[in-house]
């Protein structure tokens, strides 16, 4: 029986329609909320969820009539969505190990959980899956598969001889002219991925021709086509073409006004990735989060052991002056482009190496935008809505708002006041439903 419920806050009246049966309502009581979008946070507030949805946000001291509803008293936590990362990889990674043959359902089901258990609600993972990855898409459209929402470019673009590496497996496509370019991207949209990647960087280079007609076949098929991207030039050339996000940061040279200006005219996102360069130096010592459960937790086994071997202290301690210096580059660019107003999304490229954990490096990397300059709100909206509006399914989710899904975070401190209480996870909510 549809029953309908009327009640008054201050001077506006909200409406609610509920299901008195066979609805599940709670509300978490006297929080603070950063919903997303953008908007200051409030503190004081009350968060309804029934079912899978945000029902409704009310001062703290509102009175809820609806029977049954579940109060939880939330008294000094801080609430933001789950996390969006518009650059993963699923699969990949085992142990130790970064091949194709790692691609199992169980170790797909795994990562996702990971992700989830880590505050990472979606995760697009860019070009490197394997044929069943377009089963899991589905299962986890249907509900079928837990953990974080999952999105894939399926097979990705590459080049013979060239990026990516053959580890990455045979399901990569190496189009040798921009016919064939055109034949495989039409082969693709039969198996409906959600986005197309094309690695452009590396020696041989994927000629310009061959990925304009990818991009442009892509978007007969209204797919969105996301570049790995190193070099300034490589970056104008693929906005000039039409690319539609940039998913790793130009590391060489200072963005200029002409690429930021057609950036914005074109609406190409992009995704800065910092974490990538600091994780090829940071182990040149031990990081302060070394012994922290919350990273030792995310890795695969046997890499802590790695992480303080001499080897990769010797290999970090060589690259250091390099990649920290790439790493200024990048966040100098990250904050030039997002005060010119380009539409920035939170991406990590986790799971691609042991070195990049999946969960861990989200929270680094949120740290690292702030870094660069982006206040803490910001970073968190580009980290939440930028990243489903940028997947199209920020209707759904991504911010805090009634009628969407109840996929949030309940955290111990406020990251407004320093980025890293996004680590301290109280609990985790996905449609509505507590994980953890
Ligand atoms: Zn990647």
């Known amino acids: 029986m549809l029953k309908r419920v009327f009640f008054s806050v ?100 795994r990562q996702l959980m990971q992700y989830l258990e880590y505050g990472v609600g979606t995760v697009l993972s860019l070009g490197t899956d394997q044929p069943s990855a377009f089963i899991f898409q589905n299962a986890s459209r249907m509900g079928m598969l837990g953990g974080a929402s999952f999105y894939t470019a399926g097979y990705g673009f590459g080049v013979k001889g060239g990026t990516p590496p053959v580890a990455f497996g045979p399901s ?78 130009i590391r060489d040279k200072e963005a200029d006004d002409s690429l930021i200006t057609a950036m914005k005219q074109k609406n190409v996102y992009y995704i800065p990735t910092l974490c990538i360069e600091e994780f090829a130096f940071i182990y040149a010592t031990q990081p302060e989060w070394f012994n922290d459960p919350f990273f030792i937790r995310s890795l695969e086994p ?40 380009v539409k920035i999304v939170m991406g990590t490229d986790s799971g ?22 982006i206040p803490p709100l910001k970073v968190i909206s580009y980290a939440t809505h930028n990243g489903a509006a940028m997947l199209g399914i920020d209707g759904e989710t991504g911010s805090l708002v009634p009628g969407k899904k109840a996929d949030f975070m309940v955290l111990d401190a406020n990251p407004l006041e320093n980025i890293k209480a996004t680590r301290s996870i109280h609990a985790i909510y996905k449609n509505g439903k507590q994980i953890q």
């Open 10 to 109: 201050g001077l506006s009246a909200i409406c609610l329609y509920s299901y008195a049966q066979d609805n599940t309502s709670f509300i978490l009581k006297d929080i603070t909320l950063i919903d997303g979008s953008g908007a200051n946070a409030r503190s004081h507030v009350s968060l309804v969820i029934t079912n899978d949805t945000i029902a409704a946000i009310l001062p703290a001291d509102a009175n809820y009539p609806v029977e049954g509803t579940v109060e939880i008293d939330a008294k000094g936590k801080t609430v933001m969505p789950l996390l969006v990362n518009g650059h993963g990889h699923l699969g990949l990674l085992n142990g130790k190990s970064v091949v194709a043959a790692n691609y199992t359902p169980d170790n797909v089901a």
């Open 172 to 249: 990569i496509l190496r189009p040798g002219s921009p016919d064939e370019a055109m034949q495989d991207m039409r082969r693709l949209a039969v198996l409906k991925p959600d986005f197309v990647k094309i690695w452009v960087d590396g020696e041989p280079r994927i000629h310009p021709d061959v990925y304009r007609a990818i991009i442009a076949e892509a978007h007969v098929h209204n797919i969105k086509v996301a570049a790995h991207v190193y070099y300034l030039e490589d970056a104008k050339r693929l906005v000039d073409a039409g690319v539609d996000v940039l998913a790793h940061s």
């Open 352 to 373: 691609a190496q042991p070195v990049r954990a999946q969960g861990f490096s989200e929270h680094v990397e949120l740290q690292l935008m702030q870094e660069a300059g």
């Open 302 to 341: 046997g890499v802590w052991d790695m992480l303080k071997s001499d080897e990769v202290r010797q290999q970090n301690e060589k690259e250091k002056e390099r990649k920290m210096k790439s790493l200024k580059i990048a966040s100098r660019n990250l904050h030039k482009m997002d005060s010119a107003g």
